[in-house]
């Protein structure tokens, strides 16, 4: 009879060992599935980026089903996402303000809310900053040498200047061209400079 009480408490134990880890898989499906009902509510949805006129700034938009606080990780490549914009309360209607920005750049980020992270399917989302208008535009500086007697006629375009560029394209040889200058086109290259204090 010991031997057959000992064989039932075995098989007792055994189903109840069963039941247990019947009923664990089936609690951790639930909480799986409650847990990713809660994280598709604050799933960002309608994701936008617009830069700012001047460019030296963008606003991120979404919304989401459920309100959330969201972070928006950022940078100028995929792979460095260091910047942070926080939100300041939870919301359904997210706004998220990105400054100082570089006008005329391409920025990533993606949205963090809690422990997800949400991109564009593993590819961040982008947008591309506009120009600032408003800046000083640098004027293009053109070097120009004084009329002489080397750049004589080369003022092609009558200001009563001679431009680095009319300079290279006047090919009149000068009155008083130098005796390095072996073919005689106004100018010594650095070949005939070369030969000439050779010979000197």
């Known amino acids: ?33 409650f847990l990713g009902g809660a994280a ?13 006129e001047d460019g030296r700034g ?20 995929p792979a ?35 422990e997800e992270v949400y991109d564009n399917a593993g590819i961040p989302y982008s947008f591309k900053t506009n120009t600032d208008e408003g800046a000083a535009m640098s004027p293009t500086i053109v070097p120009t040498v004084t009329p002489g007697a080397s750049a004589a006629g080369c003022d092609k375009n009558g200001d009563g200047r001679v431009s680095s560029v009319e300079l290279l394209g006047c090919s009149q040889a000068s ?11 106004g100018r010594v290259s650095s070949l005939e400079k070369l030969r000439c204090e050779k010979q000197n």
């Not at 039932?8 to 009923?23: E, N, P, S, T």
């Not at 260091?82 to 570089?102: C, D, F, G, I, N």
């Not at 009155?175 to 086109?185: E, I, L, N, Y």
């Open 1 to 33: 009879m010991m031997k057959g009480g000992v064989n039932l408490k075995a098989i007792i134990v055994l189903v109840i060992l069963v039941l247990v880890g019947v009923l664990a898989v089936l609690g951790m499906n639930t909480v799986k599935t």
């Open 40 to 52: 598709a509510d604050v799933e960002p949805k309608e994701v936008m980026a617009r830069s700012n």
């Open 58 to 77: 963008a606003v991120v938009t979404w919304r989401s089903d459920k309100e959330s606080m969201g972070v928006v990780e950022y940078g100028t490549t």
């Open 80 to 114: 460095s996402l260091l910047l942070r914009a926080a939100e300041t309360e939870a919301t359904m209607s997210h706004q998220v303000t990105l400054s100082p920005l570089r006008p005329n750049v391409s920025y990533y980020f993606r949205i963090r809310v809690g």
């Open 175 to 185: 009155p008083t061209a130098s005796p390095c200058d072996t073919d005689k086109d």
